[in-house]
């Protein structure tokens, strides 16, 4: 299998040959003399410049510069810069005098003005290609952190999801289970009767666990038969009412958000009143929202807690689902406690 040239060498392989191209451009177009060795000279500082670069780069990963911080970076570019100026310079000279490519008219400064006077023009050219490196990597790290933060972010919503839904499924499962308690003794044809109908709400909930969203429709399904168990002990206490568009039924909605909110209003409502009172579950559009509105007979008067679990894992289901697109409220409405859910639409 053929290996792929990374992209640092490609950078580094176009970069210094562009260099080569530009200056023999510059000497056949604009030159007023030849110039002995120039290209013999041109090709070894190219290579002397690539094997500069490579050691400065191996230096600013091994010192961590790109770790520090954006100021920290600037002043580690300059003084990183400035030193492989000087290397370069050398190195430069140093090669040229080794196979006797000095231009005549530089042979007669010393070795350390020969030097400077490399190591001054290295520098225009290296601070460009630290330019370019550093300004790469910030704006790599910066998008990556960027990545990682909403990796992080879709990480958290997806274990709080998971975390309320684990909890919805034992907190129905008990309530459900203390209704069918009640009738085992009392009417055991009843109490066979609940448990077929709680094995019915157990199969749609098992399978809405694996969903983000359900069908209205069928978490309707659900909430029918959790609301025929609930009737068995409540028996002439519990009404039911129902006012749904039919529009609204394959609306996606969150899975066992509906029954969460109705079997709230049977514990803190209806279960507390003698007479007991209606569930009214109401489903309709207003505008480019999907409402569904559980009511029920009573007052908040307190006897709801915005910290319990059912209340509190319909605001943070939504949150997590629907951000700022979805709301959640329960108030006093004509004699009714209200829970109303606002959600995006999902029109045809």
């Avoid at 300059?78 to 100026?85: P, V």
């Avoid at 969460?260 to 009172?277: D, F, P, Q, Y």
Wanted: with cysteine; aromatic share 12%; proline share 3%.
């Amino acid at each position: 299998m053929k290996q792929k040239i990374s992209k640092y060498w490609l950078c580094q392989i176009g970069g210094w040959s562009t260099y080569i191209i530009v200056w023999t451009f510059f000497y056949l177009t604009l030159r007023t003399q030849e110039q002995p060795n120039f290209f013999e000279v041109l090709m070894l500082d190219a290579i002397v410049g690539l094997a500069t670069t490579h050691l400065m780069r191996f230096c600013i990963r091994r010192l961590g510069f790109l770790k520090k911080s954006l100021d920290i970076q600037i002043i580690s570019m300059f003084l990183t810069t400035l030193a492989f100026s000087f290397a370069f310079g050398f190195a430069s000279i140093f090669f040229e005098n080794l196979f006797n490519l000095t231009p005549e008219q530089f042979k007669r400064f010393t070795l350390f003005n020969q030097t400077l006077r490399a190591s001054y023009g290295a520098f225009f050219f290296l601070i460009i290609w630290n330019l370019i490196y550093f300004t790469y990597h910030y704006i790599e790290k910066s998008r990556q952190e960027q990545l990682d933060k909403i990796r992080l972010q879709t990480l958290v919503k997806e274990l709080e999801l998971k975390t309320i839904k684990s909890h919805i499924n034992p907190h129905f499962i008990f309530n459900a289970l203390n209704s069918i308690r009640a009738l085992v003794d009392e009417n055991p044809e009843r109490a066979r009767q609940a448990i077929t109908e709680l094995s019915n709400i157990l199969r749609s909930s098992m399978k809405a666990e694996k969903l983000e969203t359900a069908p209205l429709e069928k978490e309707l399904g659900i909430v029918k038969d959790y609301l025929a168990l609930e009737h068995i002990r409540f028996e002439d206490r519990l009404r039911v009412e129902y006012d749904v568009d039919e529009d609204t039924l394959d609306q996606p909605v969150p899975p066992m958000m509906l029954q969460t909110l109705v079997e709230n209003a049977i514990k803190h409502g209806i279960s507390k009143r003698v007479e007991g009172g209606v569930i009214k579950i109401i489903s309709d559009f207003k505008g480019d929202q999907h409402e569904l509105i559980v009511q029920n007979t009573g007052h908040l008067n307190g006897g709801y807690n915005s910290d319990g679990f059912g209340l509190y894992s319909t605001q943070n289901r939504l949150m997590l689902m629907y951000g700022e697109k979805a709301h959640f409220q329960i108030k006093d409405s004509n004699d009714m406690v209200e829970a109303k859910i606002t959600m995006p639409a999902t029109l045809n």
